[in-house]
């Protein structure tokens, strides 16, 4: 990308019924410290029914943010779509709306992407302080064997690691890549195949940064989170293995389809019965040993919601 001491930057946040967790997040961005003239913060609301849309509406936002409201509930790959045409910038940083950020956010991304050959950084995420330290928290945030933060600062980091709740990009990168595709509803999905896109232009051109901090405000809870997995399984991630099959070790979905050994392991192991006894084993478990049942029921879900679809 070009060098420049102070690339302007478009933040663009999702939202839809954030509630008081948004708000937060707001508060946060007003308090960013990058210059205001080289800053845009576009807020997409997605069509909320909760008080967003009135409190957005009656709030006395700083000039450089503007606001984007979609009239019905469009789904994520549309809001950040909204967000991505608006954008004027030439870094784009995507932050999910239950965010907070430290002042530096935007120089830290900056910063990350004014390294040679960086198209793309994945940013760090940390829990809010306020949140009850759970063993799943610990899995999300603490675990060195999960997420980007495993790879270290500026070392390669491979796509399926690049999500959208804490990233940036240049507009290079933006403009090659094009719009996430709006088929995907739900959890998952859209924003694997857009880095997975964006890899296939830019090999070796995503890297993390511990030092561009995004801060979780949600407490996850395990029935949720498997919900969601559930649900990518049977909608979204079918549809990315019948396009891209060679996605299918990045995805772990080699314990749902082909003949390998972890396919027959989910066969014989994955079942209904493992999720009573593993689930039951889970809340019993101390930190750490509480990680690999944790890490066995997530995939156990996505391959239950990818089974069910294949039964449709």
Known sequence: MTDL???RISIIVPVYNGGKLFRKTVASLEELTY????LQIIIVNDGSTDDTGSWLSTRQLPGHFEVITHRKNRGRAATRNSGLITAGGDLLIFLDGDMR???DFAEQHAKALSRPGIEAVAGRMIPAPELKRTRLQRYLFEYPRRGARQFGENKHLPYQYLITGNMSITRK???AVGLFDEEFQGYGGEDILYAYKLWKIFPGG???SAAAVAIDQHQYKLDELLDKYYHYGKYNLPRLLDDYPEMTPALRADYIVGNSIK?????????SAFFAVGKLKYKIMPYPLSNWVL??????ALRKGFKHRKAI
């Not at 210059?35 to 080289?38: A, F, L, S, V, W």
């Not at 396919?263 to 079942?271: A, T």
């Not at 890490?295 to 156990?300: E, K, S």
């Open 101 to 103: 950020v430290k002042p």
């Open 295 to 300: 890490r066995l029921l997530l995939i156990g």
């Open 35 to 38: 210059p205001h003239e080289q």
């Open 173 to 175: 990168a933006a403009d």
């Open 206 to 208: 995503i890297r993390y």
């Open 5 to 7: 001491t102070q690339p």
């Open 263 to 271: 396919r027959l392991f989910g066969d014989l192991v994955l079942n």
